[in-house]
Structure formats: C-alpha cells, structure tokens
C-alpha cells in the first residue's frame, strides 16, 4: 500500500515537472522568433487578380489537346479572351460576353472605378429604355 502510494506521487512529481518543461519550451520559441515587418499597403490600390482570365487558363491547361469540331485546340487559350473567340458562339452573344467581361475588368482596377459607374449607368439606361418601350 505503501509503495503504491510512493508511485502516484512520483507519477505526479514527474507529469508536472514535464508539463513545466515544455510550457517553458513553448515560452521561449515564441519569444525567439523574430518579428516580421510587413509593407504597408494602401487598400484599393491594388488591381485585383482576373478570375475569368485564370479559369480560362485553367481550362486551356485541362483541355488543351482536345480539338474543338473546326480543329481549334484549347491550348491556345490564355485569357478569356481567347476562349470567347475560339468559342462557337453567335456573333451576338460574343459581343455581350465581351461587354460583360470588359465590366468585369472595369470592377478590379480601383483606379478605373469612375468609367466602370459611367458605363454601368449607360448600361442601365439602356436597359430601362428597351423595357419601357416594349413592356410585356
């Protein structure tokens, strides 16, 4: 009985002092590690990365071997450009997406931000004059 109790408390003497060791381990890579300055940067500074560009790039990885029915290969493709015009897309439709798509790069360069309300409003516009003039 007696040695069982000398057993807990060694078991006990030895988990704490471990604890203390490697909270002191801890305390002092925290305090070794040096601080890192990080530039300051000025928000909306920035262009912002083109998302339909890197899909298109994506896409142009994945399927680059495969040829289209006119034997245009997706290899080719770099930015979104690239795709609408190998895509087989009325000629129409190919001008809206290059419309939207023009917006879209409008909306990530903070300093174009005044052109893209002004083409946003002409877009709006235009839209409010066709539905009032064909209203259904």
């Known amino acids: 009985m007696k040695t069982l109790i000398v057993l807990f408390a060694a078991l006990g003497i030895v988990v704490s002092l471990t604890s203390c060791v490697e909270s002191n381990k801890k305390k002092q890579e925290i305090e070794v590690a040096p601080l890192e300055e990080k530039p300051v940067v000025k928000k909306d500074t920035i262009k912002k990365m083109n998302l339909l560009d890197e899909q298109a790039k994506m896409l142009g990885k994945v399927f680059g071997d495969v040829d289209t029915e006119e034997g245009r290969a997706f290899s080719k493709v770099n930015n979104y450009q690239d795709l609408l015009e190998q895509g087989n897309f009325p ?3 190919k001008k ?3 419309e939207q798509y023009k917006l879209y790069e409008l909306s990530l360069d903070p300093k174009k931000k005044d052109s893209l309300k002004l083409v946003f409003n002409k877009k709006l516009n235009e839209a409010l004059a066709k ?3 064909n209203p259904k």
């Open 96 to 98: 809206h997406l290059y």
């Open 131 to 133: 539905s009032v003039s």
């Open 91 to 93: 000629p129409d439709i």
